[in-house]
């Protein structure tokens, strides 16, 4: 297989999967609007193509890591007009669902393979490679690809017909939302009633009561210090946004996951937006009147 692959965007997991390629010897040829994204995965190793259509002339297996629905329709117009052959390639964000299927109308227009492959995990665990690749689209193309995911993730899951990638994020995030306020909810809790929150983080952790978030968040919370983010509120806000209009469109009640809303928005509205979500533990410790001073 050639080694060569195209990353656009260079941001939390973009920057992450490329540095973790470019040691395990990939060629990795990057693009992002931020010059200081730009600059450091430069000093990297990774290339920095001028262009979209440069950046897709060079590499025959090209990631999408982007934030937005727009962003994503800007790229793919670019990558259609770029006039290459045949070219796979797999979106990594979470996105809805329509989004998504514009993505594979606009790429098997321009006879390109399209993948939908959203990423479980954070941005901590994109760096120890420890994210499961939700791939679902041509099992041709994911086998193809195959390689190249086992050198940034841990596990490939190949879920059938384009868009199935999608749909099984929106069950994990659904999860780790729930997850999440849970930890604070219980830290807060703990802390309360006088226990030492370093003891709660050990002995809780590995038991029943304790999930993967609890392991990821909870010594954040035991800080009071949620930066760097892993993942930012402002952004879980809109994968929940997703979650909820997925849940709604096949008339299914969410009512653990309704009830955490509330506390990602208030996070947003308090300023946290460019926070780790774990900072939901403040908002919980402030209702709870908790004085952490």
Known sequence: MDKTVGIIGLGIMGGA???????RGWRVIGIDIDAGRRAALAADGVEIAADVASL?????????????????RQVAAE?????????????LSTFAIPDKLFFQSAMSAAGHDALDCPLSGTGAQAVNRDLVVYASG???AADACAPLFADFAKKTAYLGAFGNGSRMKFVANLLVAIH????AEAMVLAMKSGLDPSDVVEVIAPGAGGSRMFEMRAPMMVRDDYMPATMRVSTWSKDMAIIAEFARSLDVETPCF???????????????GDMDTAAVCRIVAEHSRLDRA
Request: glycine letters at 6%; charged letters at 20%.
């Open 17 to 23: 999967i490329s540095r973790n390629l470019r040691e």
């Open 56 to 72: 897709v002339g060079a590499a025959p297996v090209v990631l999408l890591s982007l934030p937005s629905p727009a962003a994503l």
């Open 79 to 91: 990558i259609a007009a770029a006039g290459v052959s045949r070219r796979i390639v797999a979106e």
């Open 138 to 140: 041509s099992r041709e």
């Open 180 to 183: 999440n306020v849970a930890t």
């Open 258 to 272: 309704d009830a955490t809303r509330p506390i990602y928005d208030e996070a947003l509205s308090r300023g946290l």
